[in-house]
């Protein structure tokens, strides 16, 4: 796609149109619940909706503090990839041959991020225009904390995705020109497991179904129906193109619907209590939980030490597995620049590998539909030949904080058999980031602990 503005303000510039026109074609039958543009700022201040501001900005800040753990946690863990691989096989493979079209390719690509973007953003901001604030507080919720119950698996239980394993698949949205920077740039492409795509819309529907039946009310009959309808569509949509664009597995949306279950029931439980009595109420909540919680956060930190230089930090993992001009892609982060990073890869199949280390700015005019031309990037990189069995040592110091380097791997034969190849990147700060990454998790465990054993009886008998 050429268009002079990235994936991602085209899909922010999209949704920002469309937030008006939407709101006002679901709220058609009920304009007496619709907030007039002069009561905003007061509804804003009446209702408590500063919170739901300052819970975005910090999940933006703490999603960012997240990335920054996986690459360096990734050489303590390894990769289960070959795990999920033996599972289903090369079923991704078959249904992206079967159905690829560059135009299919380009409308999926452009709705996997522009969907996901609306479902984090848009739900809250309908509520609060249609005077909802117990929805508008549990929107705002859903997104923050089926992240945090993702955070254990995307730092401890690393999956790569399709287009880096599968034999013949393709990265159709990835690997090119219009998405490449950006992707690689804020997205590590090993967090198959879970599918949040898949999760994060789902836990919503949940949350829907819970209210209605605690407002006595048919869904179909329900004033926000429209938008439920419209997020069951995406998952339908989602369920088909996370596995044709070669991102996810499908074993990655169990996960992702387990997570959606756990998340809507934390938020159910924990909404009214927020809205009540504010931090004090969730902390009674956790009070109450406490056995549960402790339990939770006991096995959470078993798992994730056993995790630690587990099964799957074993050398014989590969992370990358291609034939013929499959091409795939590694991402080097800065996290210093004055400590490298120490690359390892080594080549585990039967068959030579060239591996090119190569700035991304040079990757983008050569990357179309899933495809990169590695003979177009090579003279603007260096180009390594690894043997069956060698291991290239590099020391990695980036000249600045805006350096953004890449390895791309082919195999060197178009014939023959799969290559294969482990990469192992040591950052300077792994050690302090397994600690901080360690910590971050428990969360997820506190989440899983609360709706495991919720005491609500006794926290509604001291909200009546």
Known sequence: MNWPIGPYGTSMGLLLALTVPLHLYWTRKDPMFRVAPSELIHEIRTKGY????????AMFIFKAFTDHHN???KALVGGFTHVVHSLEGDLVFALQDTFRNDLLSEALSLHYLFAYLFIIWYPPIHYILSKDHDLADLAAMNYFVIYLLAVPLYLFFNVEVTSSYVVGVDALMYHDGWNIDFFTSNDPLDNGVPSLHIGLPVSLLLIHRAYVRQQGVEISDWRHRGLDLFIIVNVAIYSFSILYLGIHWLTDIVPGLILAIVCSRFCMYIQPLLRDRGVRGAWGAINRNLKPI???????????????????????????RMEGDDVRL??????????PVLVSVENLGEVAIQALLVGIGDVEPHASRGVIDFDSVAPQGELVMLQPGSIWLYEYTPDSITERKVILFRSAVMEGPVAEVSVVNQYPDEDLLLVSGFLISMLSFIIIGVSAKRQSMDDTSTTT
């Open 71 to 73: 690459e360096p946690l």
């Open 294 to 320: 402790l339990s939770s956060m006991a096995i959470g930190t078993i798992l994730l030490a056993g995790a630690v230089d587990g099964p799957g930090a074993h050398p014989s993992n590969p992370d990358f």
């Open 50 to 57: 500063y919170w739901h501001i300052s819970l975005y900005l």
């Open 330 to 339: 590694e991402t080097l982060e800065v996290h210093s620049l004055t400590e």
